[in-house]
Structure formats: structure tokens, C-alpha cells
């Protein structure tokens, strides 16, 4: 199984909304990432998990708020968003041993997230 | 910091023709590897290659070929007799390792390529 799977495909919120995007991978990878990408646009890294660890935020607003429940899960929880957060949210995952790490990152279909 | 330069914005050629997309890379880093993902209409980001720093071979896979030269910081992607199918977005990346085996990957602009039947 080399999929990373993320629920839902679409999402539409109000500001005042409170959701959650979800991310699961069964490849027995350690690392796993959230990128977003606005419309014609490269991805962008937002947050780092290694070990279920938060290891890097890329000054991400607080508004997004990572969670890692154990190795094969990645939620990001969604809370007073505004419209420029609309965008194709992309999870990914790899391996986080060094003996494996540098080979590629799978990525997932992504969320495409409207905020209305 | 690292940077990719991906020049070619978009891209149409006429199936059956060869198509190449161009990448420029920027690094300090001595050991880096670099990567092409293609992303379709739908979204995810399909892995294509990747080179480590040290491999300056080329590769070629079916009707893709690779051409890695170290001396031009360049990495460029040749796709030979073009199909409709071969139409989506292309990113060239970098990565950069942000400790503990975590990767930060950098994307180029990506390359829009339609291939015309």
C-alpha cells in the first residue's frame, strides 16, 4: 500500500466554522507533512511531523492547528478561517530514518478547501 | 537559501513531439537531492525521479529522460514522443534535510504542459 489517503476531498466552511482535514498513511512512515497550494501555484510547506512530533512550523497562523494521533494519522484542525485560505491542502508522508529519508515524499489528492 | 527556478510558465506542443521543461536549482548545501513531481488535473502530486547531488548519470525511463549537470545548477526533463496523457502541471523540487531525516521540499513554479492532439 503506498497511498496516503485524505478525507474530505472537498471542503466548504464559513469563517466562523470550526473543521478538520485528515490525513492516514500505512507505509510505516515517521515523517509526515501538510503543504498548502493556492490556485497556479507551487505547494508550500506549512507543518512537519517526525515521531508524531511536531518538528517544524513554517510560521504557519494559529488559526491551523496540526495534530498527529499516532503514526499513520494526520489531522489539521481548522478553526476562523478567512477566504485567501482557500486552497488545495496537501498531505504527504516519507520515511524518517536516515537510512531511508531523502527518498520521495508521497503526497495525497489533497482537500480543496472553500471559505466562504 | 534554496531556491528553484522553473522559466517556462506553460508549454503546448503538438502530440508526438519531444517537449523539454527546464529547472534551475540554488543551494549551499554540498549533499541535496532533487526531484520532478507531475501533478494532473486532479490534484495529488505523482512522484517522477529523484537524483542525489552525487549522481550525475542521466536517466531514462520509457519516454522520460533526465539530464542532472552539476557545473549549470540545472536539472532539466525531456519527455520523448508527447501523449495527451503527458498534459498536467510539472514541479521540479529541492530538497533540503530539516534535521531528525525530515525533508523540506522547495518547488519550482511549475511548468503547465499541453500536449495537443
Known amino acids: 500500500d503506498t497511498e496516503v489517503t485524505q478525507t474530505p476531498k472537498h471542503l466548504v466552511m464559513g469563517m466562523t466554522n470550526k473543521k478538520s482535514l485528515k490525513c492516514e498513511q500505512h507505509?510505516?512512515?515517521?515523517?509526515m507533512y501538510w503543504y498548502k497550494q493556492k490556485a497556479k501555484k507551487p505547494p508550500e510547506l506549512m507543518f512537519v511531523?517526525?515521531?508524531?512530533?511536531?518538528?517544524i512550523n513554517e510560521s504557519v497562523p494559529s488559526r491551523f492547528s496540526p495534530e498527529c494521533p499516532n503514526s499513520s494519522l494526520l489531522n489539521l484542525h481548522l478553526h476562523a478561517l478567512q477566504p485567501e485560505d482557500s486552497a488545495l491542502y496537501l498531505c504527504a508522508s516519507s520515511p524518517a530514518q536516515q537510512s531511508e529519508w531523502n527518498t520521495e515524499a508521497f503526497f495525497g489528492q489533497g482537500t480543496r478547501l472553500t471559505v466562504v | 537559501a534554496q531556491k528553484v527556478t522553473q522559466a517556462q510558465t506553460e508549454i503546448s506542443v503538438v502530440e508526438k513531439e519531444d517537449v523539454t521543461l527546464d529547472c534551475v536549482y540554488e543551494t549551499r548545501d554540498t549533499t541535496y537531492y532533487l526531484f520532478w513531481y507531475k501533478q494532473p488535473p486532479s490534484g495529488e502530486l505523482v512522484f517522477l525521479i529523484r537524483?542525489?547531488?552525487?549522481?550525475?548519470q542521466n536517466e531514462i525511463s520509457g519516454r522520460y529522460s533526465w539530464n542532472f549537470q552539476k557545473s549549470t545548477s540545472s536539472f532539466n526533463f525531456t519527455i520523448t514522443a508527447s501523449q495527451v496523457v503527458d498534459s498536467a502541471v510539472y514541479f521540479c523540487?529541492?530538497?533540503?534535510?530539516?534535521?531528525?531525516?525530515?525533508?523540506?521540499?522547495?518547488f519550482g513554479t511549475g511548468t503547465r504542459l499541453t500536449i495537443i492532439p
Open positions: 507505509m510505516g512512515h515517521r515523517a
Open positions: 523540487a529541492l530538497s533540503e534535510v530539516a534535521g531528525f531525516g525530515n525533508e523540506k521540499l522547495t
Open positions: 537524483r542525489n547531488s552525487f549522481d550525475e
Open positions: 511531523y517526525s515521531y508524531e512530533k511536531l518538528s
